[in-house]
């Protein structure tokens, strides 16, 4: 089981002036609506709580407006929260004095926006090389990193050229490039891919799942697409109007929406791509040597020619091909069920 990395706890953001005066409101259940009709201020976050485990990839997600974007920006404090606290390793970085917080911010996150955020009358090589060149690295140790980033994220050879000569996707590899080249435990996400057509878009998502396979980052990803979330998500958070209303992996959400916001989210998810064998299987089944097998982290629908094929359940195994369950054609047949409910 991996440690938390971040808690965040009680957190509530208000904007408007005088923020902290009806922060008591909003806990006596002023809605986002309310508060700004009545008070003209805005709820930004409702008191979100949420572990975000080490080396994982936590998705947050919602539309627009939901707080998702705001809530990011309080793990590098970006924005400064109302109420509330967002640990880090067991350190509260929203107490962090200006120097400390300049050095939290230079070491521990790197940030990939929508936009890119590239300097345009900077080569790529110069771009990936700003956050190294603030931690005080000599020029050519800086020029090996940044080198090394810039082949990872397959941009060799393009390292003296110029943003407006790369393509959408090639810039936003090399603000995926420039926020790691820093080496962060955490990297932030906001919306990266959004802005890309949906073929490199695919793409960057591939590539970013093949290169936590390596890095194992803390990866905090905000998106609005439910299925760029799936794709990659260990886990989701689901928020609406500033408030968590749901936290769970894909097989959670899926299967058990936490509410009519979620319901709605998920209700067109063709289910049999995206949930695995273990969320369905029936762990009190008995192996059957005569029966095919199927490993438990593979999709329902990779399965399906098997099940086809057989005349009853498969079993189900495990990475280390041990025994843990079977799934019948009657476990299929509901999931099929209630995709079309």
């Known amino acids: 089981m991996s440690e938390v990395k971040i808690k965040i706890e009680n957190l509530y953001k208000i904007f408007g002036p005088r923020a902290k005066?009806?922060?008591?409101?909003v806990k006596s259940g002023i809605d986002k609506d309310e508060l700004l009709a009545k008070y003209n201020h805005v709820l930004g976050l409702d008191n979100i709580n949420l572990d975000i485990k080490e080396q994982s990839i936590q998705v947050v997600m919602g539309l627009s407006g939901s707080g998702k974007s705001t809530l990011i920006r309080h793990i590098n404090r970006l924005i400064e929260?109302?109420?509330?606290?967002?640990?880090v390793d067991g350190e509260d970085i929203t107490k962090l004095n200006k120097a400390d917080l300049l050095e939290f911010r230079r070491n521990k996150t790197g940030m990939v926006f929508q936009r890119f955020a590239l300097f345009p009358h900077h080569n790529i090589l110069d771009n990936v090389q700003f956050g190294l060149s603030i931690k005080n690295l000599d020029k050519s140790e800086s020029k090996d990193k940044a080198m090394y980033w810039i082949e990872k994220v397959g941009l060799t050879g393009f390292e003296n050229k110029f943003p407006n000569q790369l393509s959408g996707g090639m810039q936003q590899r090399v603000g995926l490039a420039r926020a790691l080249a820093i080496d962060p435990d955490i990297l932030l996400m906001d919306e990266a891919f959004s802005a890309l057509d949906p073929l490199i878009r695919t793409d960057m998502q591939d590539q970013l799942l093949d290169l936590q396979k390596n890095l194992k980052k803390t990866i905090i990803f905000i998106t609005h697409d439910l299925d760029e979330a799936l794709k990659l998500g260990d886990r989701i958070a689901i928020l609406n109007g500033g408030k968590l209303v749901q936290d769970g992996n894909a097989?959670?959400?899926?299967?058990?929406p936490a509410d009519e916001y979620v319901s709605n989210f998920v209700k067109d998810v063709n289910r049999i791509k995206v949930l695995k064998i273990g969320s369905i299987m029936n762990i009190d089944g008995n192996m059957n040597e005569s029966n095919p097998s199927v490993m438990v982290d593979e999709s329902i629908e990779n399965c399906l020619p098997t099940m086809l094929e057989s005349e009853s359940s498969l079993n189900?195994?495990?990475?280390?091909?041990n025994f843990v369950g079977v799934i019948s054609k009657n476990n299929i047949a509901e999931i099929l069920r209630r995709s079309k409910d």
Not at 21 to 25: A, C, D, I, L
Not at 81 to 87: A, I, K, Q, S
């Open 81 to 87: 929260p109302t109420e509330g606290t967002v640990l």
């Open 21 to 25: 005066e009806y922060t008591n409101k």
């Open 251 to 256: 097989e959670e959400i899926l299967l058990n």
């Open 316 to 321: 189900v195994l495990d990475n280390d091909k």
